[in-house]
């Protein structure tokens, strides 16, 4: 039985112009590729659609649908929507295309004489993860902020009653909270599978990890609209008045 | 004991001591969300906006021990 092999943080292959480029960069360049792909595909509109042109139909007028049906009106879903459409295909792609075979075999030498796997699943970087729950967090924000104007900053700090004063600043804590519960619910979901599946690999590298993959799988898809859907339910929650 | 041995036992035990609340305060949102569902269908979309909001407050204090676990085992 070969040694198995678990690294936390994302692994350095070089350095182009000083900046580090670990497998972790490379699998979210590579995300991003795939996303300028499907782009490039669905391209030619036609009237008479095929199946590729349908499925993406169902899927960009299934989440307009779904935004505008939660935040209530039209002009909110239409503002909003980019953002969480994008957030959820981002991570979606991010999620699935490490399932790819090469993902985790293909070993790279680096100058330093280590053999590190060349891609790695996008989000099982805590870096990653930290990211796009910074861009939720400030969006979020700042959908408050443009909604409620001044009166946003009195749900954090209201000084009609002690009792309001403490929850406000209870509110002020679980805001800042969500920005460790974001980046680490994903990390920690996508990490915990790619473990799990190198254990059993370890054990019994055929057909057994078969069904594991198909949970992750399964798991990628609804983390990402975990994470797309808590965005526009905090965003719901921020743009709504304070009463 | 070792302290590196201590360290892994230390993260193990945050770990699966801090999953065990939210475990079981997850089970409770959803099993009454479910409920809530099949009493009143037309209120899907609502009911399911307040579960998952509920879902993620419950998970956070679940991914909070995680963190401790890592912060055991790394710092």
């Given amino acids: ?243 | 004991m070792d302290i590196e041995v201590a360290k892994n036992i230390a993260m193990a035990v945050a770990v699966g001591f801090g999953m065990l609340g939210p475990g079981i305060g997850i089970g409770l949102i959803v099993s009454k969300a479910v409920e809530a569902i099949g009493r009143n269908p037309e209120a899907t979309g609502k009911i399911q906006a307040t579960m998952f909001i509920g879902v993620a407050f419950t998970e956070a204090l679940a991914i909070f021990a995680l963190v401790i676990a890592f912060i055991i085992k790394f710092i």
Avoid: C, W
């Fill in chain 1, 1 to 243: 039985m070969h040694e198995i092999h678990i690294s936390l943080g994302s692994e350095k292959l070089g350095t182009f112009l000083g900046l580090p480029i670990t497998n972790t960069l490379l699998m979210t360049l590579l995300g991003t590729a795939t996303l300028f792909l499907i782009i490039f595909l669905s391209r030619n509109v036609s009237l008479l659609p095929n199946k590729f042109q349908v499925f993406m139909e169902l899927l960009i007028g299934g989440i307009f649908n779904f935004v505008k049906e939660t935040l209530e009106s039209v002009s909110l879903a239409k503002k909003y929507f980019p953002l969480i459409a994008t957030l959820f295909l981002s991570i979606v792609v991010a999620n699935l295309i490490h399932f790819l075979p090469g993902v985790h075999s293909i070993l790279f030498l680096t100058n330093e004489g280590k053999e590190v796997a060349l891609l790695r699943g996008a989000t099982s970087d805590l870096n990653v993860t930290l990211a796009l729950a910074l861009i939720s967090f400030v969006s979020i924000e700042l959908a408050g902020v443009y909604a409620l104007g001044f009166s946003y900053a009195k749900k954090f700090v209201n000084l009609d009653s002690f009792l309001g004063f403490v929850i406000g600043i209870i509110d002020l804590f679980s805001e800042a909270a969500r920005l460790i519960s974001f980046s680490f619910r994903l990390f920690g979901n996508i990490f915990a599978g790619e473990v799990v599946i190198a254990i059993i690999v370890a054990f019994i590298p055929v057909i057994a990890p078969v069904p594991m993959m198909g949970f992750e799988f399964f798991v990628g898809i609804i983390q990402a609209a975990i994470f797309a859907l808590l965005t526009l339910f905090f965003i719901k929650s921020a743009v709504t008045p304070h009463h």
